[in-house]
């Protein structure tokens, strides 16, 4: 097994000394071993001679001086085309100086040095994430879709099929930390530049579109949205068309309503709390262009990709109306947290139905179904 390099940051590095010789005993299971940097001038020195896979980081790095801290540094770090699966370990957690550069940041755990680690360590969830983050990038950083031509890859997409899955890993952590900043709805990377972006979610590019930023830059031009939450709720029961679906939960339904895609009639959920629509892989098949991002919904990861779709709204006056729509297309949908709360949803349908279709939608708690129209519907 290829073992996996972390850089622990941490100006009192004794008890990091440590943890790092019971990982090396456990090196087989956990895959990684410590690198440790005690000062933050050390630590970017180390990430520009090492090969780091992951990065912790204590806050507090100089008693002088609150600016000087591993948070502040994460943040510097995940704002970088360098951008790494980061971790905290500090007993500053909720120091207000140090709080809001956590926030900044796209930690993926954050621990209190108050805690105890489970033993062995390769049974401790801290190590464990950290353990498997890193053998993820390990495994993809050799990878250089950023830099494939387009016509190659036009040419030959399965050739490069492995190094362009790999791109939101890279580079996932970044393009966030951008769109966040800049309240960006989606936003399209060639090489190590965002060339377009947009704050509104109804503009995002098709695929002649991004053929032509292909072939202006002759790099992939990677199309990503921005982070929506979907939904609350958890787990799941049977759905009948127009008729609410019923949760776990007593007394909560979900409203349906009714669109047409690819051919096929959906009557599906409908949650005024999701900004965006998800839907199946199975209604969407994945182009060459369609490049997938992890996010996480429920305590659950899936990935998904944005697409442009024709999609058609069915009234149930029979009004109806076509439009084109940005939806999420969700991967391997039936496995993902999506079908938590209805095991037999196809979609998700979002309040961009509204903004788009212009609907008139009347919810019967009594008789616990829906009645909809277009208000602008093809003649």
């Given at each position: 097994m290829e073992v996996a390099k972390v850089l622990w940051v941490d100006d009192e590095p004794t008890a990091v000394h440590v943890y790092s010789k019971l990982i090396s005993k456990e090196r087989s299971k956990l895959g990684i071993e410590i690198d440790v940097a005690t000062s933050l001038e050390e630590a970017r020195s180390k990430l520009e001679v090492s090969d780091i896979s992951a990065v912790i980081v204590d806050c507090k790095m100089d008693p002088y001086d609150a600016s000087v801290n591993g948070a502040a540094f994460l943040a510097e770090l995940n704002r970088s085309n360098r951008a790494l699966p980061s971790f905290v370990y500090s007993a500053y957690l909720d120091d207000p100086i140090y709080t809001?550069?956590?926030?900044r940041s796209d930690a993926i755990l954050t621990k209190s040095k108050v805690d105890t680690f489970a033993r062995p360590l390769s049974s401790d969830p801290?190590?464990?994430?950290?353990?498997s983050a890193a053998a993820r990038y390990n495994g993809v950083k050799h990878l250089m879709p950023e830099v494939v031509p387009?016509?190659?890859y036009r040419e030959n997409p399965k050739k490069y099929e492995e190094a362009v899955s790999a791109h939101w890993t890279k580079h996932g952590i970044w393009i966030k930390q951008v769109m966040n900043r800049s309240?960006?709805?989606w936003c399209v990377v060639c090489g190590f530049n965002i060339v377009e972006s947009s704050a509104s979610p109804f503009d995002f590019p098709d695929s002649d579109h991004l053929i032509k930023i292909g072939e202006r830059t002759n790099l992939i031009p990677f199309a990503y949205s921005a982070d929506f939450v979907p939904e609350e709720g958890t787990a799941a029961s049977s759905t009948l068309p127009i008729v609410w679906s019923a949760t776990n939960m007593a007394n909560d339904f979900y409203p349906k309503l009714t669109i047409q895609l690819n051919q096929q009639n959906v009557a599906d959920d409908f949650d005024t709390g999701a900004v965006r629509t998800h839907i199946s892989d199975e209604l969407v098949p994945k182009g060459m262009l369609d490049f997938c991002k992890d996010s996480s919904h429920l305590g659950k990861s899936y990935r998904s990709f944005s697409k442009t779709v024709q999609l058609t709204v069915v009234g149930t006056d029979g009004s109806r109306k076509t439009s084109k729509l940005t939806v999420n297309v969700v991967q391997d949908w039936k496995s993902s947290p999506f079908t938590?709360?209805?095991?037999n949803r196809k979609c998700l349908l979002g309040r961009?139905?509204?903004?788009?279709?212009?609907?008139?939608?009347?919810?019967?708690?009594?008789?616990r179904s829906t009645t909809f129209r277009v208000l602008n519907a093809d003649a």
């Open positions: 809001r550069y956590i926030q801290f190590f464990e994430t950290v353990a387009f016509n190659r309240t960006l709805a938590l709360v209805n095991k961009d139905l509204f903004q788009a279709f212009e609907l008139e939608v009347i919810l019967n708690s009594r008789t």
